[in-house]
């Protein structure tokens, strides 16, 4: 029977007590209400309006297709490019990284396996290899690109995307490196998580990532493409919203608590974003690491190719989201440029 009808043949009394009981059914069975964003004036959240107006007015002559900050909670500035919008879906490229790595933390969390877990466990086409250093790679190592498997995101890009299978070609070509050793940033690493994940939950990382952070978060527009023997692409293959790529940032604003539950462990989101790399790379799980503007405020984001950003400063409670088109990567020095314009026009 629809709700209209109920409404016509109970009384209102009845009506409003049967309301009641549907509420406290809910609060008890942890049902959330729906988060709706809140806005708030530049002036009002401490930023220099003059300044941010100026910068987005000047965003009108880049291929930045949306700009989104969000300071205390609250959207105080949303910029779109002519001919997008709210409703637009972005391919995230490499900020999907990130994403991938969070689920990874869930399922560790609900001990599917666990972080120094050896890749061999999950891959026993490993144990034909005659370099007996593969045994040594751990989740952990994919995590932090320190595996020494070779790179793909280099000469062999466009053939690992185009092999008929993702997995094979990568275990078919020699370490570059010993495991641990070594950073060599690599979405073949992020993409053996996925393939983890689903060989674990038995499920997709899209399936599994959509019931454990997707739906819990209210990211309606994330999904995953896959690769040819349907493995979701953690690595590249992501795509999302503006408003949703700031709500996965102030998610982690937020330390993991979404809502009043802990979507992923609070331990998780601190080893996540700091530095957990040998040398100069300022890369941790997943996320990198960068100090912003004249105060060199800290803060770690997650970067795509072609300048898809996801910038969380805490000591600011700023997140800020480009979406742009930009045909490579050579514009990004000018994003951090802007993300520290921004820092220094917060209070």
């Known amino acids: 029977m629809q709700i209209k009808s109920i409404k016509k043949l109970l009384p209102p009394l009845l009506l409003a007590a049967l309301f009641s009981v549907g509420q406290a059914f809910a609060q008890g069975t942890g049902e959330k209400k729906t988060f709706v964003w809140q806005s708030k004036g530049l002036k009002e959240a401490g930023l220099d309006a003059g300044k941010i107006d100026a910068f987005n007015k000047a965003l009108l002559s880049t291929e930045v297709t949306s700009c989104i900050?969000?300071?205390?909670?609250?959207?105080?500035?949303?910029?779109?490019?002519?001919?997008?919008?709210?409703?637009?879906?972005?391919?995230?490229?490499?900020?999907?990284?990130?994403?991938?790595?969070?689920?990874?933390?869930?399922?560790?969390?609900?001990?599917?396996?666990?972080?120094?877990?050896?890749?061999?466990?999950?891959?026993?086409?490993l144990k034909e290899k005659s370099d007996s250093r593969v045994k040594k790679i751990t989740i952990r190592d994919l995590l932090k690109n320190t595996s020494g498997l070779v790179s793909t995101d280099s000469a062999l890009w466009a053939r690992w995307r185009k092999s008929s299978d993702w997995i094979k070609f990568l275990f078919e070509r020699p370490l570059s490196y010993t495991p641990g050793n070594v950073f060599e940033y690599s979405t073949g690493n992020t993409h053996l998580l996925s393939a983890i994940i689903q060989r674990t939950t038995k499920k997709t990382l899209d399936e599994y990532g959509r019931e454990v952070l997707f739906a819990p978060l209210g990211l309606d527009s994330a999904y995953f493409e896959s690769d040819p023997q349907k493995i979701s692409d953690g690595g590249n293959g992501l795509y999302l919203t503006a408003r949703d790529m700031a709500r996965f940032g102030l998610f982690f604003l937020n330390r993991g608590m979404w809502e009043g539950s802990q979507i992923v462990a609070e331990s998780w989101i601190a080893e996540s974003t700091k530095i957990q790399t040998p040398g100069q790379a300022r890369y941790g799980y997943q996320w990198w690491i960068r100090w912003f503007g004249k105060e060199q405020a800290r803060g770690f984001f997650a970067h795509g190719w072609g300048e898809q950003v996801i910038a969380v400063i805490p000591a600011k409670n700023l997140v800020i989201t480009f979406s742009s088109r930009y045909p490579d990567n050579k514009k990004n020095a000018t994003y951090w440029q802007w993300i520290g314009d921004i820092v220094d026009a917060t209070r």
């Open 69 to 125: 900050i969000v300071k205390d909670g609250a959207i105080v500035s949303e910029y779109y490019k002519s001919g997008y919008g709210k409703e637009s879906v972005f391919p995230m490229h490499s900020v999907s990284k990130s994403v991938t790595g969070t689920i990874v933390g869930i399922a560790i969390e609900q001990e599917y396996f666990k972080l120094d877990d050896p890749i061999i466990n999950y891959f026993p086409e």
